[in-house]
């Protein structure tokens, strides 16, 4: 189950609208997670509602608070994760690996679960970003040939126009699909079946797009050899995209500054492009604005923030790198057989999936 669906449960549960429900960051759909969220229940205390019971969601605690839980909140996360049909020897490649990745830092790459899928989430979020609402439905409802098995019929549904038999179609867990469904069976415009999709759902394949041009940044910047260094006409932020530093010839030459950027005090960063991201310059901002181009923007061509109801449309700056902290790294056997497990630390926003490329070398994992 991913993250939204799980705050849908607790805003019917606790009946107030999907708003109420704060949360600091999304967790991966495909593990054993455990997050903290907020339910804005004004005049109640937990007393005052039934036992939730669900079969994949379990309530471990629960307290009073003055606070909503808001994205930034988080400090970071700790994944353990178990690599399997590998011989426990591998353990030796896995911790070299480990030891050279807490010493220069783990690429910031946007994992495989924030495109989707069907791996077109980004796209998605291209076609709205290009007031294309009918090729975002398409991406969204149409098929593909990444579909499951249970969603080919409903995809075909859409494809042929019957919105309405193509919602029913969908499994009832497919909130966003079977809205967009509802809003066209309903005879609304294409434009006004996105509008009928969660803000925060809008956000993220809006924040897809963002990640997809940033993965192909710090790709670059991989392939040329400059990831690890500063450059001048970089923007340096810390590990959770504060306090943003342009890098200029006298930084370069200060000893403190570039001792701080070793110790990964704060990184060079990437664009999250949008109209009100601060950009980087000389050589590095053409870079980045060549690699936006390849997407089919320029930074003019980026809408409005003001035209879209959505979170993440402005833009930000993100690190190129992070720490990995508190890591163990193990081979052992049991009943599944064989594993190498490998636990670790990283800040708020970084993925364990990326860690997981450099430890295993498979590739990009199907990212684009």
């Not at 993250?3 to 109420?20: D, I, K, S």
């Not at 759909?29 to 005052?48: E, L």
């Not at 010839?249 to 403190?256: E, H, P, Q, T, Y």
């Amino acid at each position: 189950m991913n993250a939204m669906e799980m705050f849908g449960l607790l805003a019917r549960h606790f009946g107030v609208p999907r708003a109420a429900i704060g949360y600091a960051g999304l967790k991966d759909k495909q593990a054993i997670t455990r997050q903290v969220v907020s339910v804005h229940t004004p005049g109640k205390t937990v007393d005052d509602f039934p036992h939730f019971e669900h079969k994949q969601v379990k309530i471990l605690w629960a307290d009073q608070h003055d606070n909503k839980l808001r994205r930034g909140h988080l400090k970071g996360n700790r994944f353990s994760i178990k690599i399997r049909g590998v011989e426990p020897i591998a353990v030796r490649t896995a911790l070299a690996a480990m030891r050279v990745l807490e010493r220069d830092g783990v690429p910031e790459r946007f994992g495989p679960q924030r495109f989707g899928y069907l791996a077109n989430n980004h796209l998605i979020g291209r076609s709205i970003l290009a007031h294309d609402p009918r090729a975002a439905l398409d991406l969204l409802l149409g098929p593909s040939e990444r579909s499951p098995e249970p969603q080919v019929r409903a995809r075909a549904l859409y494809a042929e126009g019957d919105y309405r038999a193509a919602r029913d179609a969908f499994p009832r867990s497919f909130t966003t699909e079977r809205v967009a469904l509802a809003a066209l069976a309903n005879g609304e415009s294409a434009e006004q079946a996105i509008d009928a999709i969660d803000p925060d759902v809008l956000g993220f394949y809006i924040s897809s797009f963002q990640s997809a041009v940033f993965n192909a940044v710090l790709d670059r910047r991989i392939v040329e050899g400059t990831f690890g260094k500063l450059l001048e006409g970089d923007i340096t932020v810390t590990h959770a995209g504060r306090h943003p530093t342009p890098v200029d010839d006298v930084r370069l030459a200060d000893a403190s500054f570039l001792a701080r950027y070793a110790e990964m005090e704060f990184c060079a960063s990437g664009p999250m492009w949008g109209r009100k991201m601060l950009r980087a310059g000389g050589a590095v901002d053409a870079m980045e604005v060549e690699t936006l181009e390849a997407f089919g923007f320029t930074p003019d061509t980026l809408p409005d923030p003001a035209e879209f109801d959505a979170t993440m449309i402005g833009g930000t700056r993100r690190p190129l790198r992070c720490p990995i902290t508190n890591t163990e790294v193990e081979g052992g056997s049991g009943e599944l057989g064989p594993y190498i497990r490998v636990a670790f630390d990283l800040p708020r926003g970084a993925f364990a999936t990326t860690v997981l490329e450099e430890i295993m070398k498979i590739g990009t994992m199907d990212t684009p």
